[in-house]
């Protein structure tokens, strides 16, 4: 945010080489899907002054990106389909909810991978969400309000 985007580059790969270097493979990876990507993107789109909406949304497809990244390389890592494993787990919560409630239903695949998307994506939305409102607050009492474009809401109520 202060020093530009290739700063923040720079940072996110000297952070995965040190953990690659002191923990292994399988850390440095899972920092790069999980926090490591969406740190960057947040952080460059902040600088380039994109608009909030905007920046909540391609954050969010980046978190969920790393999300599924990270748990098909805990599947390939562990030798267990652990996208299948949840699959399996929503459809008979369902089938099981259905069939409390009196409804004949058994829903298909795709409409579990719809669900299953639609609350990955949910789930990165508001975590992304409460990242910017978190991160506004605490900007803005570093002092760096001038770099912001905070929201006319979030700008009155700071």
Do not use: Q
Request: overall charge positive; proline content about 2%.
């Amino acid at each position: 945010m202060r020093w530009g985007v290739a700063a923040g580059r720079k940072t996110m790969v000297a952070t995965a080489m040190l953990l690659l270097v002191l923990s292994g493979p399988v850390k440095a990876l899972a920092y790069l899907l999980t926090h490591g990507v969406l740190g960057f993107s947040m952080g460059s789109l902040w600088r380039l002054g994109v608009d909030w909406g905007l920046s909540i949304f391609l954050c969010t497809i980046a978190r969920s990106a790393g999300a599924m990244g990270y748990i098909l390389t805990s599947s390939f890592l562990i030798r267990e389909n652990i996208l299948a494993l949840i699959t399996i787990n929503i459809h008979a919560s369902l089938t099981f909810i259905f069939s409390a409630a009196g409804v004949n239903i058994v829903p298909s695949m795709n409409v579990i991978y719809v669900i299953f998307g639609t609350l990955v994506l949910l789930n990165s939305g508001f975590f992304v969400f409460l990242l910017h409102l978190l991160y506004s607050v605490f900007l803005t009492r570093l002092g760096m309000k001038a770099s912001l474009r905070l929201p006319r809401w979030l700008e009155m109520a700071l």
